[in-house]
């Protein structure tokens, strides 16, 4: 491992040893302080936060896009402050700590016994949200986690959401689907974030006026095993509750190839995606590059 590896390492590390510690007032007052310091400093992660925003709200004067990216950061860093402390919340504080609209989606989805697939955005916090669904509505689900590097990184992260109740996959290495579609088969709930992929199987869709790529996944799931397909949208407020939606279900068409109704789910998906994005754009954590346009040639060619 290498000195920046074990760095990053022990700082999440810290992190989750003494963040979870804090009083709550304390964690939060911490996370803002941190916000406005890297909002001052506006790296990289800074300017295409604000950059991203400018697509999302087009119309606005550049005042508006530092007011939004400072508040952008204020959301990301309650986002790390949460996750930090989420193992050490009580059963009472998960369950107060989130509230979902039209959630009947989702009960009904399940009691129908076909499965569901539960597709996000990075909005607010969906580590919360899942801790809700297993602490709150008592139903496990399984999701995937990206590999980190370095290596002892990626299994504080999947030890972590393990902690909470979640069954947690590799998102490399070919057996994550075949996985995901036997417990859709035998009726469980699935959740994946779905709003990034630049890997080649990436479905392309019109995302507030220019060309993204979003994970085929969620889309073939739902087609290859009948589950449900629901996009959720998460958001904050100024109260310590975070609040979501469960959006109406994304139908399989009747007719189109594989990849054709793919293609017209996945766009179903953008499109709600975009609707919690655009009422809470705050919310949305995007530090990295998304739209094509933006991606250099090498990326854009992944």
């Known amino acids: 491992m290498s000195a920046q590896d074990r760095l990053t390492d022990a700082l999440y590390g810290l992190g989750w040893g003494t963040v979870k510690k804090l009083p709550e007032p304390a964690a939060v007052r911490l996370g803002r302080t941190i916000a406005d310091l890297a909002w001052k400093q506006r790296g990289k992660g800074v300017q295409r936060l604000e950059s991203n925003y400018a697509r999302v709200v087009p119309d606005a004067s550049p005042e508006r896009l530092a007011e939004l990216s400072r508040a952008g950061m204020r959301s990301y860093l309650r986002y790390w402050m949460e996750s930090f402390r989420l193992p050490a919340w009580s059963e009472e504080r998960v369950r107060a700590g989130f509230e979902a609209k039209d959630l ?14 539960i ?77 990034r992929d630049l890997s080649a199987s990436g479905v392309e869709v019109d995302f507030f006026g220019d060309t993204a790529r979003m994970p085929a996944g969620p889309a073939l ?31 399989v068409p009747e007719s189109g190839t594989r990849a054709e109704k793919t293609s017209v789910m996945t766009q179903a998906l953008a499109d709600a995606f975009a609707t919690g994005i655009a009422d809470h754009p705050e919310d949305w954590h995007m530090l990295q590059r998304l739209w094509l346009a933006d991606l250099d040639p090498a990326k854009g060619s992944a």
């Open 104 to 117: 009947h989606h989702l009960t009904e989805g399940l009691a129908a016994g076909k499965g569901v697939v």
């Open 119 to 195: 597709a996000l955005p990075h909005l607010a916090n969906w580590d919360l949200a899942g801790a809700w669904v297993t602490t709150k509505l008592g139903i496990p689900f399984t999701t995937v986690a990206e590999r980190l590097k370095p290596e002892a990184l990626y299994d504080r992260f999947v030890a972590y959401r393990e902690g909470l109740g979640m069954e947690v996959l590799p998102h490399s290495g070919g057996t994550a689907f075949g996985t995901l579609a036997r417990r859709l088969r035998e009726g469980g709930l699935v959740c994946l974030v779905a709003d």
């Open 221 to 251: 799931l739902a087609q290859q095993t009948g589950a449900l397909l629901l996009p959720v949208t998460l958001w904050y407020d100024d109260s310590p509750v975070m609040r979501g939606r469960v959006h109406p279900p994304v139908e």
